[in-house]
């Protein structure tokens, strides 16, 4: 993690060609998507705005939870000015490519018409400002995830535009994205060949641990696995890759080393619980090496290098893992310092670009 | 540690002592506890819809919850001291054995209730296992929702040296950090009590930061996400800095999370400690001085090789503390070791080095118990 960066400093490791699957955008300001929407909506985004489920934040340790050196010149906020993120981004790290997740909070709207008018806004704003000035961006289709069938609408509405190369949800949702009313969701992604992107955060109406709601930011943020894994579980448990067997997901921003000891107590589990849940027809993990991808940072750092590559061998997905850097927020990793030890240069090839080039179609 | 193909019976065979740290006894009925429940609660009981605590973490017939033949007749498994000393206490040539009482006090909201059934069951546990079986030690069970009920509790029988540590299940109203629930860890660690924290619980909100998941499968595996977020509750809220004596034991809920989870709170804690200023040292550092995991459910991978690369990653040969788990039945380690080898290794599927054997067999759990 960098605050503030610093130049590239090895320049044999940047020469690796790099694609940052985690950028975040925002708008200037709320009234930038106003123009996007039908007066019904323009009113309401105006005069009432986003509601979601309240009383779930964490105040960040850094505004916007940005790098201090990601204000754009202009005073404009962290990932809202293309030429800034161009230079200090794209330009600098020469990265070939960069996926957008926006994480605006669409899905998780009370008022579920609104959220889908406000997803329909953001992906035509991430159109005409981001994806058609620069060729190298990509985007991912913000939807209102909690009505699967409104959410199917929205992916119907762009799904083929050549931008989009994924559907962004968030961590915690109001349900386990792996239950029915998601269905109509993956029915869509399915049909137009993009991977669902699960995002770090959110606020779905639950405490956002098993166990009620902490008191600290650190817990808030160190606190994210837990969520993301009960969405694999929930994934697979609920036979949704038995149903959709070309849906691929993709865990953002939620970490890796949690993965290997819950693919060990999963397949343990089901050996003997597995009565349970007969629309599984092969073992857990199995599902899960096959249908899941996972994003590199924020990056778990073993207190040994043998460790991580430990770890690489109990995972044993490599390739499925995918360097982001999570620009411009604070715990930015830099393509040539994110991996915590030396790997063989064709996996380095692999984490930086190749494994994203391959599912994105890039 | 020897890789399994390699190594054979040799004279690590011989036994180790051997303390098993999560043996469970349940209640058969509530009418085992009208004898230790005052007047205006038997009749409570005996007169209204209220029977004490009637959920569960562990359904009845499901194959985790009990191993073929462990149930007496008419019974439930965990219920019958003879069966109990057949079955654990002979059978695996114990020194002791910890009682866990999964006996859910979270889910009955009206605190003096919830309360008087606390203590009915240590009344009973005290009674009915601890005075007549010398080789058993138990968990206190408190109204863990109400933590000036539970830290009264443990002032009522904290004192009774058959008792070692306070139960608390792992799914709980807010996480164990919070300051609410001081009472019940001054209370614990003035009595040198342990405080247990073990799967399962039914305090009435969802077991997931999503929700409710469909399947017991998922409750299940998702419970070591949920010992997860108490560890860092734990660790954020500065509960060592405030109770220095305080030891934490997680039970039942895994171990081979625990590496990958020191590493990101480590991680973020250098990223985010100003928040939390009491916090002095790494979080790693003061899980291994204050926390302990016991081995069932032992989560093993595919590969026993994996395996001893987590139980090293660990960091400490201290962590780990024997368990059985009793009656519940868990998945077998992959391949099985040679027969003749102690029971340490049979349950982790893993030739041990005899000093470590020693040390999860028996040893850690003296260290950490009192009255052992």
Same mark, same amino acid.
């Given at each position: 993690?960098?605050?503030?960066?610093?130049?590239?400093?090895?320049?044999?490791?940047?020469?690796?060609a790099?694609?940052?699957?985690?950028?975040?955008?925002?708008?200037?300001?709320?009234e930038?998507?106003?123009?996007?929407?039908?007066?019904?909506?323009?009113?309401?985004?105006?005069?009432?705005?986003l509601?979601?489920?309240?009383?779930?934040?964490?105040?960040?340790?850094?505004?916007?939870?940005?790098?201090?050196?990601?204000?754009?010149?202009?005073?404009?906020p962290?990932?809202?000015?293309? !030429?800034? @993120? $161009?230079? &200090? +981004?794209?330009?600098?790290?020469?990265?070939?490519?960069?996926?957008?997740?926006? =994480?605006?909070?669409?899905?998780?709207?009370?008022?579920?018409?609104?959220?889908?008018?406000?997803?329909?806004?953001a992906?035509?704003?991430?159109?005409?400002?981001?994806?058609?000035?620069?060729?190298?961006?990509?985007?991912?289709?913000?939807?209102?995830?909690?009505d699967?069938?409104?959410?199917?609408?929205?992916?119907?509405?762009?799904?083929?535009?050549?931008?989009?190369?994924?559907?962004?949800?968030?961590?915690?949702?109001?349900?386990?994205?792996?239950?029915?009313?998601?269905?109509?969701?993956?029915?869509?992604?399915?049909?137009?060949?993009?991977?669902?992107?699960?995002?770090?955060?959110?606020?779905?109406?639950?405490?956002?641990?098993?166990?009620?709601?902490?008191?600290?930011?650190?817990?808030?943020?160190?606190?994210?696995? !837990?969520? @993301? $894994?009960? &969405? +694999?579980?929930?994934?697979?448990?609920?036979?949704?890759?038995?149903?959709?067997? =070309?849906?691929?997901?993709?865990?953002i921003?939620?970490?890796?080393?949690?993965?290997?000891p819950?693919?060990?107590?999963?397949?343990?589990?089901?050996?003997?619980?597995?009565?349970?849940?007969?629309?599984?027809?092969?073992?857990?993990?199995?599902?899960?090496?096959?249908?899941?991808?996972?994003?590199?940072?924020?990056?778990?750092?073993?207190?040994g290098?043998?460790?991580?590559?430990?770890?690489?061998?109990?995972?044993?997905?490599?390739?499925?893992?995918?360097?982001?850097?999570?620009?411009?927020?604070?715990?930015?990793?830099?393509?040539?310092?994110?991996?915590?030890?030396?790997?063989?240069?064709?996996?380095?090839?692999?984490?930086?670009?190749?494994?994203?080039?391959?599912?994105?179609?890039? | 540690?020897?890789?399994?193909?390699?190594?054979?019976?040799?004279?690590?065979?011989?036994?180790y002592?051997?303390?098993?740290?999560?043996?469970?006894?349940?209640?058969?009925?509530?009418?085992?506890?009208?004898?230790?429940?005052?007047?205006?609660?038997?009749?409570?009981?005996?007169?209204?819809?209220f029977?004490?605590?009637?959920?569960?973490?562990?359904?009845?017939?499901?194959?985790?919850?009990?191993?073929?033949?462990?149930?007496?007749?008419?019974?439930?498994?965990?219920?019958?001291?003879?069966?109990?000393?057949?079955?654990?206490?002979?059978?695996?040539?114990?020194?002791?054995?910890?009682?866990?009482?999964?006996?859910?006090v979270?889910?009955?909201?009206?605190?003096?209730?919830?309360?008087?059934?606390?203590?009915?069951?240590?009344?009973?546990?005290?009674?009915?296992?601890?005075?007549?079986e010398?080789?058993?030690?138990?968990?206190?069970?408190?109204?863990?929702?109400?933590?000036?009920?539970?830290?009264?509790?443990?002032?009522?029988?904290?004192?009774?040296?058959?008792?070692?540590?306070?139960?608390?299940?792992?799914?709980s109203?807010?996480?164990?950090?919070?300051?609410?629930?001081?009472?019940?860890l001054?209370?614990?660690?003035?009595?040198?009590?342990?405080?247990?924290?073990?799967?399962?619980?039914?305090?009435?909100?969802?077991?997931?930061?999503?929700?409710?998941?469909?399947?017991?499968?998922?409750?299940?595996?998702?419970?070591?996400?949920?010992?997860?977020?108490?560890?860092?509750?734990?660790?954020a809220?500065?509960?060592?800095?405030?109770?220095?004596?305080?030891?934490?034991?997680?039970?039942?809920?895994?171990?081979?999370?625990?590496?990958?989870?020191?590493?990101?709170?480590?991680?973020?804690?250098?990223?985010?400690?100003?928040?939390?200023?009491?916090?002095?040292?790494?979080?790693?550092?003061?899980?291994?001085?204050?926390?302990?995991?016991?081995?069932?459910?032992?989560?093993?991978?595919?590969?026993?090789?994996?395996?001893?690369?987590?139980?090293?990653?660990?960091?400490?040969?201290?962590?780990?503390?024997?368990?059985?788990?009793?009656?519940?039945?868990?998945?077998?380690?992959?391949?099985?070791?040679?027969?003749?080898?102690?029971?340490v290794?049979?349950?982790?599927?893993?030739?041990?080095?005899?000093?470590?054997?020693?040390?999860?067999?028996?040893?850690?759990?003296?260290?950490?118990?009192?009255?052992?």
């Open positions: 993690m960098v605050l503030a960066q610093e130049a590239p400093r090895v320049a044999q490791r940047t020469a690796v790099a694609i940052d699957c985690d950028i975040h955008i925002t708008t200037p300001k709320h930038t998507l106003s123009k996007y929407m039908p007066a019904r909506w323009r009113r309401h985004h105006e005069t009432f705005g509601r979601g489920h309240s009383g779930a934040g964490y105040p960040r340790m850094n505004p916007n939870a940005a790098r201090t050196d990601s204000w754009p010149p202009n005073g404009k962290p990932g809202s000015d293309l !030429p800034f @993120l $161009q230079y &200090q +981004l794209l330009d600098t790290w020469g990265l070939q490519y960069g996926i957008l997740n926006w =994480t605006i909070g669409a899905g998780a709207q009370l008022n579920q018409e609104y959220g889908a008018a406000l997803a329909r806004a992906n035509d704003w991430q159109i005409e400002e981001w994806l058609e000035p620069e060729p190298r961006l990509r985007a991912s289709l913000v939807v209102p995830f909690e699967g069938e409104l959410a199917a609408a929205e992916i119907d509405r762009l799904g083929d535009h050549p931008g989009f190369v994924q559907i962004i949800l968030i961590a915690r949702t109001a349900e386990p994205l792996g239950r029915r009313k998601y269905w109509k969701m993956y029915e869509a992604a399915v049909r137009h060949d993009l991977p669902i992107g699960i995002h770090f955060g959110g606020a779905g109406g639950s405490a956002i641990t098993g166990a009620g709601w902490p008191s600290y930011y650190y817990e808030d943020h160190a606190g994210m696995p !837990p969520s @993301l $894994q009960t &969405q +694999l579980v929930s994934f697979v448990c609920e036979g949704v890759f038995e149903h959709f067997p =070309t849906l691929k997901v993709v865990l921003e939620g970490g890796m080393a949690w993965l290997p819950l693919m060990w107590r999963l397949d343990r589990a089901w050996s003997l619980l597995r009565d349970e849940v007969p629309h599984l027809k092969r073992l857990p993990s199995e599902y899960v090496r096959e249908h899941f991808w996972l994003t590199t940072q924020p990056m778990e750092e073993p207190h290098r043998r460790e991580f590559h430990q770890f690489l061998e109990h995972l044993d997905m490599n390739d499925r893992l995918m360097f982001a850097t999570d620009y411009p927020h604070w715990d930015f990793d830099a393509p040539d310092a994110a991996l915590p030890a030396r790997l063989s240069p064709e996996l380095e090839r692999m984490i930086m670009a190749e494994n994203a080039r391959a599912l994105y179609h890039l | 540690m020897t890789a399994l193909p390699t190594a054979g019976p040799s004279e690590r065979a011989q036994r002592a051997l303390i098993d740290c999560d043996v469970h006894v349940i209640p058969p009925s509530v009418e085992a506890l009208l004898p230790y429940l005052a007047d205006n609660w038997r009749e409570y009981v005996t007169h209204t819809a029977k004490g605590a009637g959920e569960t973490s562990y359904p009845k017939n499901v194959a985790t919850s009990a191993r073929p033949g462990t149930a007496p007749p008419n019974g439930v498994p965990g219920s019958d001291l003879a069966m109990l000393r057949e079955q654990v206490l002979d059978a695996d040539g114990l020194e002791r054995a910890i009682l866990t009482c999964t006996y859910a979270e889910s009955i909201h009206n605190p003096d209730a919830a309360a008087a059934m606390a203590a009915a069951v240590n009344d009973w546990q005290i009674a009915e296992w601890l005075d007549k010398p080789r058993l030690r138990a968990s206190l069970v408190v109204p863990s929702t109400q933590p000036e009920l539970a830290a009264r509790e443990i002032e009522r029988v904290g004192g009774h040296p058959g008792f070692v540590q306070v139960f608390l299940p792992v799914r109203e807010a996480p164990y950090g919070n300051r609410r629930y001081h009472p019940t001054e209370a614990a660690a003035r009595h040198n009590l342990a405080a247990g924290i073990h799967f399962g619980g039914s305090p009435g909100n969802p077991p997931t930061p999503s929700g409710w998941p469909s399947y017991y499968l998922e409750e299940y595996v998702d419970m070591a996400s949920i010992f997860q977020s108490q560890v860092l509750s734990l660790i809220e500065g509960v060592f800095e405030r109770f220095p004596t305080l030891r934490v034991t997680l039970i039942e809920g895994g171990f081979t999370w625990l590496p990958a989870w020191m590493w990101r709170i480590d991680k973020e804690w250098k990223g985010l400690r100003r928040e939390i200023p009491w916090s002095r040292r790494l979080p790693s550092e003061t899980i291994r001085e204050h926390m302990r995991l016991t081995i069932q459910p032992v989560d093993a991978p595919a590969d026993p090789r994996h395996l001893q690369q987590i139980i090293a990653s660990l960091g400490s040969d201290d962590l780990l503390l024997y368990a059985s788990d009793y009656p519940h039945q868990h998945a077998a380690p992959a391949g099985g070791t040679p027969s003749g080898q102690p029971a290794d049979d349950s982790l599927g893993l030739i041990l080095p005899e000093t470590l054997g020693r040390k999860i067999s028996a040893e850690n759990a003296r260290a950490w118990y009192r009255n052992l």
